[in-house]
């Protein structure tokens, strides 16, 4: 069975930094991409940041809201995915999931979620 654990959520000021990492363990997933959703209070879980490795091209996807502060990463063979999140404003404020789905020939990764990690808390503090 495959679990995504998420570390590195926590508390901080706007216009600060949080480095968010996910990792997949259980079984190697092959050809899957992985990224981040997040939720907030009294909100839909809302797509943010995923990368694909598809073909051997390493490509990237964000969200209007976080392009140019956020920048997601990962090790295809190890299974991770970090997410860099500079310039945090309030409104980033949200229970953050790693994700992770077969890397298909969609207009983005992840439009069909297969495991979904626990969820960390991020908090920016105004």
């Known amino acids: 069975q495959v679990q995504l654990v998420e570390s590195g959520g926590g508390v901080v000021q706007d216009g600060g930094s949080l480095r968010l990492s996910c990792e997949a363990s259980?079984?190697?997933?092959?050809?899957?991409?992985m990224g981040w959703f997040r939720q907030a209070p009294g909100k839909e879980r809302e797509f943010v940041a995923a990368?694909?490795?598809?073909?051997?091209?390493?490509?990237?996807f964000y969200t209007d809201d976080v392009t140019g502060r956020f920048t997601v990463s990962g090790d295809k063979v190890k299974n991770t995915v970090d997410l860099q999140m500079n310039s945090l404003k309030p409104e980033d404020t949200a229970v953050y999931y790693c994700?992770?789905?077969?890397?298909?020939?969609?207009?983005?990764?992840?439009?069909?979620?297969?495991?979904w990690g626990q969820g960390t808390q991020v908090t920016v503090s105004s």
């Open positions: 994700a992770a789905a077969p890397d298909l020939a969609t207009s983005r990764p992840l439009l069909v979620v297969d495991y």
């Open positions: 259980g079984r190697t997933l092959y050809n899957y991409a």
């Open positions: 990368i694909s490795y598809r073909r051997g091209d390493e490509k990237t």
